[in-house]
């Protein structure tokens, strides 16, 4: 298969790469070459091409951080902070997920949103239900997309509705997994405890356990000053919130990384562990704002070498569109530049593209860039509306960045395959 148009992805330095009006070889959903229609080999002049004039192709957008089950409370009870919005809104909708009816209502509207977003990829919080985890997942395999999901883990500190035994929760974990073991292509699990306060010690020994070496492990991470204090309390033995993570899940086991959603107040100490076990940072910064969470200091996560992409974070976040989250970590940046740390220098555009694209995709394998190896996610974007009268490629992209919800897909392709 051959794709042609205005090539805009992230060069392994991090820089934007423009290529105009040319062509992506794929085979068997991996990019054999890139060239201009002239270059194309004798073997390949006959092959039809793909013609998308002079639209934008850019890599398929991956969102590193949502609630599945949250998204039908977008947008409700952004006036509370972390703790209060949990017990407010959150477990009372979470606990719904045991109707198995209600959760494929619920769920079909959220596979289908983030279908039509501009994100080929997610790694995705369910709940703690293991019947409407796997429903979760067979909607999204169906849907082309490529998802790592996770059923939650919680034992402690939640309501009647929606809480586990620590063995109960340990055994349907195995279960669940026993169940995925076979029934995918592109979706997979990933160990998920809700966060330090909702899981005990025992269980977050289990769960270490059962994620041996081949599973990741997604949670939540230094978000809300009352939180941090809370796990303080809760482990009296642990230097950090991380420290406690990894004395209790030996975060350094698996094969496949640890991802820990929002790092606001990492320390140095912190930083230096999440370099080390090689985490990645789910930088989510509309939920940051949303909950007045704070600003994470993503200048010295990326100065240290820590992989930081960005989550939508949905409930917290209200937009699905990853393009509005790099908007708002630049915006967050400049705050922190101006008003936290003068030694910070703001994120570029560039940057905040690398997080949407490239630093993620690495999670994924050979993911998020236009490059001789990498899996072809693509979106084929139609910017007409705005940027009618620009020539300048550049700034095309830049405005896109910036107004991407009022311009149109005209296809997206995950790993070759066209799922619109
Ligand atoms: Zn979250």
Redo the contacts with the bound molecule.
């Keep these: 298969m051959i794709v042609k148009g205005n090539l805009v992805d992230c060069t392994e330095k991090g820089t934007i790469r423009i290529r105009k009006k040319n062509c992506i070889v794929i085979e068997e959903g991996i990019i054999s070459k890139i060239c201009s229609e002239n270059e194309l080999p004798d073997s390949l002049k006959n092959e039809e091409i793909e013609d998308y004039g002079d639209s934008l192709i850019i890599p398929g957008l991956i969102d590193m951080?949502?609630?599945a089950p949250q998204f039908a409370f977008r947008g409700l009870g952004m006036d509370m902070e972390l703790l209060d919005w949990l017990n407010t809104y959150t477990f009372p909708e979470e606990a719904k997920y045991k109707d198995i009816e209600y959760a494929k209502k619920a769920y079909k509207k959220f596979v289908d949103a983030l279908t039509k977003s501009y994100s080929t990829r997610a790694i995705v919080?369910a709940t703690l239900h293991t019947q409407a985890t796997i429903l979760l997942m067979d909607m999204l395999e169906e849907s082309g997309l490529k998802c790592f999901v996770g059923k939650v883990n919680m034992d402690r500190n939640s309501t009647d509705e929606l809480i586990e035994t620590t063995e109960s929760s340990i055994d349907s974990t195995n279960k669940w997994l026993e169940v995925c073991e076979s029934r995918y292509q592109n979706t997979k699990p990933v160990i998920t405890p809700r966060f330090i306060p909702s899981c005990s010690d025992k269980l977050m020994k289990e769960l270490g356990k059962i994620r041996g070496e081949n599973y990741g492990l997604q949670s939540?991470l230094s978000e809300n000053p009352k939180e941090i204090e809370w796990v303080k309390e809760l482990c009296p033995d642990a230097t950090g919130y991380l420290d406690a993570y990894d004395k209790r899940s030996s975060l350094n086991k698996s094969k496949v990384p640890t991802v820990m959603?929002h790092c606001v107040y990492s320390d140095e100490k912190e930083m230096e562990l999440l370099k080390e076990r090689d985490v990645y940072v789910a930088h989510?910064p509309q939920?940051n704002i949303c909950l007045s969470s704070g600003i994470a200091p993503i200048r010295k996560f990326l100065n240290s070498g820590i992989k930081v992409g960005l989550g939508s974070?949905i409930a917290?976040g209200y937009s699905l569109n990853i393009l509005n989250q790099a908007v708002e970590a630049i915006g967050l940046s400049k705050l922190y530049w101006r008003y936290i740390d003068k030694n910070s220098k703001p994120l570029e555009l560039a940057e905040a593209f690398s997080m949407a694209t490239r630093i993620p995709g690495s999670y994924f394998g050979k993911v998020g860039a236009f490059e001789e190896g990498f899996e072809a996610d693509m979106l084929i974007i139609d910017d007409g509306v705005l940027n009618k009268d620009i020539d300048d490629l550049r700034k095309r992209f830049e405005r896109f960045l910036y107004l991407s919800d009022e311009c149109s897909m005209k296809a997206k392709y995950v790993s070759g395959k066209k799922i619109l």
């Design positions: 951080h949502l609630h919080f939540h959603a989510c939920s974070d917290a």
